[in-house]
Every structure is written in C-alpha cells, then in structure tokens.
C-alpha cells in the first residue's frame, strides 16, 4: 500500500514538475520587467553556424537601422523589448496598432532618422566641408596640375567637385504680390526651364488642390539673392502626374501638363502658355491654350527634332499616344506595362519610355504603332523605372527604378556600364537630373536626402540632409544648373521644400 502511494506521489511530480502550484504568469511578468530593468538578463547564446549573419553596417544614406545594433554590439537585442541608449535601459514594445501606445518601431526608427538629419545639418553648416574622395584637396591637386599629372578635363572635373563641396545653403527670399499665400502654400515641384532663368512651380494649396506659379530667377544673385514670383488665376483641382517645358512658338513658350481624371471628370494633357504669367519676348501675344483629353497620363515629353515637329508624348496604362498640337493627328503604340517615364532623342526620332515592368524600349516615331520593329533598343531593370535621360551624345541612356538604383547604360551593346550607389527609394515616382557639363548627376532620395555623384566614376560626392524633418509630403524638388539665373549666373542648386526656397551656389 505504501509502495503504491509513493509510486503515485512520485507520477505527480513528474507530471507537474518540481512544485505542486504553477507559477502566477503576472508574477513571472513581474520578475522579469524588473531583471530587465536592472540589467541583469542574461545574454543570448552565440548563434550557432546555421543561425543568420549579423546584420551589416549601414552607410550615411541609409538610418533604418535598428536601435538595438546602433546601441553597440556589448547590449544584447530582446525580443519585444527596445534598448534606449540615453536612457541606459529596455522599454517593452507593444503591437503599434493601439492608439494608446506612444513607443513604436516605427516610431523608434522615426527619432533615430530625425537624429541623424539633425547632425548631418550641422556638419553641412560648418565651414570646413569633407572631401569627397580621400586624399584629396586643394593644394594636392593643384601641385599634380602644375607637375602636369592631371590633363585639362581631369582638373576641371576635380575643381568642379571641389566647389559641390563647399556650397553652402543660403534661403532665398521671394517677392510676390500675395505675401499670405507663400506662407501657406507648399512647393510640390520646380522644373528650370532651358536656359535656367526660370522656374515653372507647381504648389499645393491649403483649401485643396495646385495652383502654378513662373520664379524669375533674374535676381538670383549674392549677397541678397532674392526672386520674384508671377502667379496666375489658373487653378485645378486634379493632381498634377508629370510636366515638361514645351517649345511651341519659340524655346520654352508653354509648359505640358499632364493632370490626371477625376470622378467623372477624365484626365487631360494641357499645353499651358508661359506668357499667362509673365512675358520674357517683348511685344509676345499670348499663347495658345490648348487641352486633349487624354485618360490616365503618367508622363509626357516634347519633342525638340525637326521629324517629330510641334509633337508631344504621354505614356498611358499599357499604351504610348504620340500628339501633333498643330494638325491634332494621333499615333498610338501598344505596350505590355504602364509608362512611367519618357523622354525624345534630339538628334535621332526616337522616344524613349520606361515602364512599370522595369523595361526600357526606344520607339522610332517614324514608324507606324500598328506594325512591327518600331522598338529600336531594349534595356532592363529589376523595377519600375521612373526617370530616363538621355546623354547629349546620344550613346548612353541614364535610368533610375523603385529600387533605387541608378544605371548608365550603353545604347550600342544595351550594356550597363555603372552603377550609382546610395539612392533611397521603395515606391515613388522621383526624378533624375544629369547636368554633362558639370559631369554631376543629381536626385533627391525617398529619405529627403539630396545626393551628388560624379557622372566620370559613379563617387558619391555629396549628400545633402532636408531643411525639413522627414516626412512623405516633404520630400524635396531641386534643379541644378551651371548658370542658374541666365547665362551670366552663376553654377548652383535650387531645392524646395514646404514653404521655402534654398540655393546652394558655388563659393
């Protein structure tokens, strides 16, 4: 009898471990908020040789790192717990969904971005700017110049690298005749015309809705550098999807439109005259104002060759629609994937486009849409792409996808010969500036970070943080040009963002 109860008294504890009563699961909460509150948590075992890699180390342009891994490598990460290294201790996380719960990871990620920018601004406001290659500087490559190690172009590339990194930010004052209104409008986009005297502004309004706006930028000169902004009643309602300067009449007399529908009403490509905000030409009567209705426009271009004459395009939802103004014909090209980004060839009738599908194909306008062979060259990418230019010899083709990757590809082997590392983007639709006679090419990343690389080599020469703190409706709209102003200005950058207007020209 007493063997049997032993024996069973023995099955009980092996069923219920070593106590009778489980543990109260609020009092084991307890006991370890307060052991991670101290800091006596154990660290993790050291991951085997199947586990995961440590993660990798991000670079300038990337702050999305996690706070645990910039706290250093000696704090262990815990699951469900953030690490706050002002504060020396963790801080449980909860599901961000709850309104209730001020600490989130995007929250975290948010602050360590904020951080980052504000540091990356101060050190862009110092006087003494960082080189951008190692082991270069003034006096360095003025003694190989003289020593006749560098050729003319090489010194005029490095100088001109050089001066990108001595610009200093400097904000532009803007006259206008309704003050009220650029306090509260916002820039959503700036577009330099040709000869970079002006800019065409595209501007969101506080009821709702764009209106546009012609800077002259005439008085964009040091110390003062103030600009004058000529407004117009014309307004819409519609979000504005891609613009162009158009040359009409004479170089850059409209600007195209592409806006697109709403409820019932249906999109449209507008030809909007510059003259409706300030006349450059004397004695110029006003432009033609013109609309063509066209459904779910993503991108236009203008054609500058004399064999697609007073031609523009529009890159539609599986489809390339090619526009004569004066005679209204109409020509159409099926595609295979929305058309994000377009751009005409000056010397040879060729329009090239690139896609939702990451595909970039020329078409010769010569030929008819309905046949065979008008693809003239097909390149790809991993992603959408949402930019195209075209080099000025016509041999090479700059593009930049969702992916944020920049490729310079040749149009004679459809070879990419480099890539552009450190450019931010995941979803947006952002533009690409290739300046040839500065050999620098430009974009604005999906981080708010403006970024300069050398044309020659791909070297990232310059990021430039936002005046603005981050956000998805801040993201800057920048132009560069060797002669901002005209052609007696001055090289520089143009940047807007929310209310203001910065000019980083060469010192």
């Known amino acids: 009898m007493r063997t049997e109860m032993n024996r069973s008294s023995w099955q009980r504890k092996k069923k ?8 109260n699961p609020w009092l084991r909460q ?53 690490y706050d290294p002002e504060k020396n201790r963790y801080f449980r996380l909860l599901p961000g969904h709850n309104n209730c719960n001020p600490l989130t990871m995007e929250g975290i990620r948010q602050k360590e971005m904020e951080s980052r920018r504000l540091q990356l601004l101060q050190e862009d406001d110092k ?31 490095l100088a001109h690298e050089l001066r990108l990194s001595c610009m200093q930010r400097k904000k532009v004052h803007i006259r206008s005749s309704d003050p009220s209104a650029l306090a509260s409008d916002r820039f959503n986009l700036i577009l330099a015309d040709t000869n970079s005297s002006r800019l065409f502004t595209v501007n969101d309004v506080r009821v709702g809705g764009s209106k546009y706006g012609i800077i002259s930028l005439r008085g964009l000169k040091m110390p003062t550098l103030q600009v004058h902004m000529h407004e117009n009643l014309y307004f819409t309602n519609r979000k504005v999807n891609s613009v162009c300067w158009a040359s009409l009449n004479h170089l850059d007399s409209h ?60 890159g539609l939802s599986r489809r390339v629609l090619l526009t004569n103004v004066v005679t209204g014909h109409r020509q159409s090209y099926g595609t295979n994937s929305d058309v994000l980004a377009q751009q005409f060839a000056l010397l040879a009738p060729v ?76 979803y947006a639709y952002l ?20 970024r300069i690389w ?32 005209g052609f007696r200005g001055a090289p520089g950058l143009l940047m807007a963002v929310g209310q203001d207007l910065y000019c980083f020209s060469y010192s």
Not at 16 to 23: K, L
Not at 390 to 395: A, C, H, R, S, V
Not at 433 to 447: K, S
Request: charged letters at 20%; aromatic letters at 8%.
């Open 16 to 23: 219920h471990g070593r106590s009778r009563h489980p543990r």
């Open 454 to 485: 050398s044309l020659h080599d791909g070297q990232l020469l310059r990021t430039i943080p936002s005046p603005y703190p981050t956000s998805k409706a801040d993201i800057p709209s920048v132009a560069f040009s060797s002669r901002l102003g």
């Open 127 to 157: 006087q003494e700017k960082k080189v951008p290659r190692k082991g270069f500087n003034t006096s360095s490559f003025l003694q190989k110049r003289q020593l006749g190690f560098l050729s003319v172009t090489s010194y005029c590339r």
């Open 30 to 82: 307890q006991e370890l908020n307060e052991r991670v509150h101290q800091g006596t948590l154990e660290s993790p075992p050291d991951p085997g040789p199947d586990d995961a890699a440590s993660p990798s180390t991000s670079s300038t342009s990337s702050t999305s790192s996690t706070s645990s891994t910039s706290a250093g490598s000696s704090v262990p990460e815990l699951p469900g717990f953030y």
């Open 255 to 314: 600007i195209l439109l592409c806006l697109m529908g709403l409820a019932e009403t249906p999109g449209c490509a507008t030809l909007l005259p510059a003259s409706l905000f300030v006349s450059s030409h004397p004695g110029e009567r006003p432009g033609m104002l013109c609309s063509f209705r066209i459904p779910g426009a993503w991108s236009c271009a203008w054609s500058l060759n004399i064999q697609a004459n007073n031609c523009f395009s529009t």
């Open 431 to 450: 533009p690409l500036h290739v300046h040839e006679e500065e050999e620098i090419v430009v974009a604005v990343g999906q981080d708010c970070y403006t």
């Open 351 to 426: 329009l090239y486009n690139g896609c939702r599908s990451g595909e970039v194909f020329g078409i010769d306008v010569r030929c008819p849409g309905q046949g065979s062979g008008w693809k003239a060259t097909r390149l790809f990418h991993d992603s959408a792409v949402t930019s195209v230019q075209i080099l000025q010899e016509e041999q090479c083709l700059m593009a930049s996808d969702m992916a944020g990757k920049i490729k310079l590809w040749d149009l004679r082997t459809t070879k990419c010969l480099r890539e552009y590392k450190g450019h931010v983007n995941e």
